[in-house]
């Protein structure tokens, strides 16, 4: 694989409001996949990126700013500043990953010094945005990140995702690298989902294989480089 360009590493979320026993959202056994991410952190990948869910206090996709909503629940909410009228269903969620709290920080038990760059997303108090690139799909293109620019003048042509949560920000943000030309690896094994049940894993799945990601475990030889 690397003999074909240069490859990334993108380590999606893995803060601790995503890990359990104390985080705000925390996603099943997100905590466990750090042994393996560190060692994917061993591997000469050129680009070692992080990402950071980085929300304001009042962020729109938390349940606490909207009136009688609960967490887990789907609402209507404004998704672009420039464009009022624009709604989208989107699920609320518990307040999470608030800038300079501790939540929002990456788990002590990534090798944080081995990773290049922290990519922060979500600042925008009007725009959930689950991938790392922009808003979930890029729609609409607002609070883009600029991942996509940094990944293009590093040269990368290959890039390969884990972290949290599989059914959310790692799903976005895979399909996104896919759709923007990159070859897109998904790595499963290091992942975790919100939804743990094998037919919400698998659901996933089929839905990034469907945008061209290609999912694969941490034995792959796509992964000798
Ligand atoms: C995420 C829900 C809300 C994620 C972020 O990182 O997957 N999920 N914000
Ligand atoms: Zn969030």
């Known amino acids: 694989m690397a003999s074909h360009g240069k490859a990334a590493l993108v380590i999606v979320d893995l803060q601790n409001d995503f890990c359990p026993p104390n985080g705000a959202l925390a996603v099943e056994g997100g905590r466990d996949i750090a042994p393996a991410i560190n060692k994917l952190l061993d591997l000469p990948f050129a680009l070692k990126i992080a990402t950071r869910d980085f929300h304001p206090r009042d962020h729109i996709s938390f349940a606490s700013q909207h009136a009688e909503k609960q967490p887990f629940t789907s609402s209507h909410t404004i998704t672009s500043p420039k464009n009022p009228q624009e709604t989208q269903e989107t699920t609320l969620w518990p307040d999470h990953c608030v800038q300079d709290t501790p939540g929002c920080q990456l788990i002590p038990e990534l090798a944080t010094s081995k990773v290049d760059l922290v990519v922060d997303k979500g600042q925008d108090k009007c725009v959930e945005s689950y991938s790392a690139f922009g808003p979930p799909f890029r729609n609409p293109r607002v609070a883009m990140s600029g991942l996509e620019d940094t990944l293009r003048k590093a040269g990368i042509k290959h890039v390969f995702v884990c972290g949290l949560a599989w059914d959310f920000c790692v799903k976005a943000t895979a399909i996104d690298a896919a ?16 939804d743990s049940s094998a037919e919400g894993l698998a659901a996933t ?14 034995e792959s030889e796509e992964l000798d480089m």
Not at 179 to 194: K, P, V
Not at 208 to 217: P, Q
């Open 179 to 194: 759709e923007e030309g990159f070859t897109t690896y998904a790595l499963n094994d290091a992942c975790r989902g919100i």
């Open 205 to 218: 799945r089929k839905e990034m294989e469907k945008h061209g990601v290609r999912v694969i475990g941490l």
